[in-house]
């Protein structure tokens, strides 16, 4: 819980930054000082081995130890010992200057839940970020940050950040390692939090030896987190762009080969078209199952939109759905029957037209009974969340 007292926290994560950590906090402390701010600094631990606790606490620091190892880790330690209605965190290597943070507390005072430092807008002085970062890392991730979840953020990676301590417990931040950032402005819109950025100056690191930041895993971690927190992207536009491309050339085919050129697509093209429109059926399904789950276990919040698909999409319709497509697909097998039949069950030579039968058959019984077991899944999910919503609803 906040003290009514402390108006401001500033947190730093730490791990054998004993070079800077003390410079770092002497800022902080004059910035507190200079503005006359009630506040109080705290540090993060993650098992430091160079004397990184002593020299923040000689320096007037609050030390919280945290076992768990990981920027985010450290930081929600940090965050969740904090007494401050504010908390403005920033990295304790000396890149950021805690002696400016008035436009952070500033916005917070306005009533913004989350502020964000930009980097790009403040300036990046020669030497503070590598050139993959500055041109493409950042850059690039931010894009797909504000495409997947319309956010207005220009900087999406910048260490530098203020927030009301209740706002983001609010919203249940997990995760231990760098893609933390990522998630707490990802979780901040979803969850309709009041976002703002500010510029700000990055400077080079003060330290001697290597950053903890490694370029190509941890972006790597910072993409995986976007693409699981929008399944949207990840599954169903790939899905639907999938089915659709794939199911009117799969209608095309059903009457007769496509010839461009000398280039002839015929029956194994229809195989291959069959197979796609049952991968995009299972992509879509993927979408509805992951963002059912990501509801009921509050990694996301429940929009106006979710409930529709329990609306729409219930056991009976799912079970009719189902139904009628693997009657379709019976209906074409005992018509392909009939034309061996007629062949006394002898050797079929005309296999271009018995395919044309065969590929639809099998295609619309795989679709049907995918169709009628997810039916079922979709209604135990929906069991759960009707409980949730039951609970929810009583407290």
């Not at 280039?263 to 993927?286: E, G, K, N, P």
């Amino acid at each position: 819980m906040s003290n009514p007292a402390c108006e401001l926290s500033i947190v730093m994560p730490c791990l054998n930054e004993a070079e800077t950590i003390g410079t770092c906090i002497r800022k902080a402390r004059k910035f507190l000082e200079s503005n006359k701010i009630e506040g109080e600094i705290v540090i993060g631990d993650n098992g430091s081995t160079d004397g990184s606790q002593a020299i923040a606490q000689t320096e007037g620091a609050r030390v919280v130890p945290v076992p768990q190892r990981g920027y985010g880790a450290a930081l929600l330690g940090a965050i969740k010992e904090a007494k401050g209605k504010y908390i403005i965190m920033g990295d304790s290597d000396d890149s950021y200057d805690f002696l400016h943070l008035e436009l952070f507390v500033e916005k917070l005072r306005e009533g913004y839940d989350l502020v964000m430092g930009n980097r790009f807008r403040g300036g990046i002085e020669k030497g503070a970020m590598p050139f993959l970062h500055k041109y493409l890392g950042n850059p690039v991730l931010s894009f797909i940050g504000r495409l997947f979840f319309n956010i207005k953020i220009g900087d999406f990676h910048c260490g530098l950040r203020g927030f009301r301590k209740d706002s983001i417990q609010r919203i249940g931040l997990i995760t231990p390692g760098m893609e933390f950032a990522s998630e707490m402005v990802v979780k901040a819109s979803l969850f309709n939090l009041k976002i703002t950025e500010v510029p700000t100056r990055l400077f080079p690191d003060g330290r001697s030896r290597p950053p903890h930041l490694r370029t190509w895993r941890d972006g790597w971690r910072h993409l995986r987190f976007l693409l699981l927190y929008s399944p949207k992207w990840l599954f169903l536009f790939p899905g639907a762009m999938l089915f659709i491309l794939s199911a009117v050339l799969f209608i095309i085919l059903i009457n007769d080969r496509i010839s461009i050129g000398n280039i002839q697509f015929d029956i194994h093209t229809l195989m291959y078209l069959a197979v796609l429109i049952v991968l995009s059926t299972q992509l879509i399904s993927f979408y509805l199952v992951s963002k059912i789950y990501a509801v009921n276990t509050g990694l996301i919040p429940v929009n106006k939109d979710y409930n529709k698909i329990f609306s729409y999409f219930n056991l009976e319709r799912g079970m009719l759905f189902s139904v009628i497509l693997i009657l379709i697909g019976i209906a074409l097998g005992v018509r392909l029957v009939l034309i061996w039949n007629e062949a006394q069950f002898a050797e079929l030579h005309d296999l271009k037209t018995t395919f044309r039968i065969l590929i639809p058959s099998i295609l619309f019984l795989v679709v049907g009974f995918q169709s009628l077991f997810l039916s079922f899944v979709f209604s135990t999910l929906g069991i759960i969340q009707n409980h949730v919503m039951l609970t929810e609803d009583r407290n």
